[in-house]
């Protein structure tokens, strides 16, 4: 089992920046992949961010250029720093972990974090 708790969320002007982090205990070795969602009002959840546990990165276009994931060194936190915000990021921003279990990957989920962009 693995758990996972967000913070960092909040409210920011158009253009401002935010830093979200996520906290992971428990079964960390078993982490294969850690990212950050988001889900706006109305719409579905979509992956913003991924690192791997080899340090590999990727970003859903909307994040290119602005947001930057990235972990502590004990690979229990995981970072996302987001600049040049926008009205249209304004979302729910959940963490999510892949558990290595039996035959599988297994999703965990944080409880989600606000963030609100606006002036």
């Known amino acids: 089992q693995v758990q996972l708790v967000e913070s960092g969320g909040g409210l920011v002007q158009p253009g401002g920046s935010l830093r979200l982090s996520c906290a992971a205990s428990?079964?960390?070795?078993?982490?294969?992949?850690m990212a950050w969602y988001r889900q706006a009002l109305g719409k579905e959840r979509e992956l913003v961010a991924l690192i791997t546990r080899g340090g590999s990165t990727n970003y859903a276009d909307s994040s290119k250029g602005r947001f930057t994931i990235s972990r502590d060194n004990a690979k229990t936190t995981v970072f996302l720093q987001m600049n040049s915000l926008k009205s249209e990021d304004t979302a729910v921003y959940y963490c999510?972990?892949?558990?290595?279990?039996?035959?599988?990957?297994?999703?965990?989920w944080g409880q989600g974090t606000q963030v609100t962009v606006s002036s």
């Open positions: 999510n972990a892949l558990v290595v279990g039996v035959g599988n990957l297994y999703p965990y």
């Open positions: 428990g079964s960390i070795s078993l982490i294969n992949t």
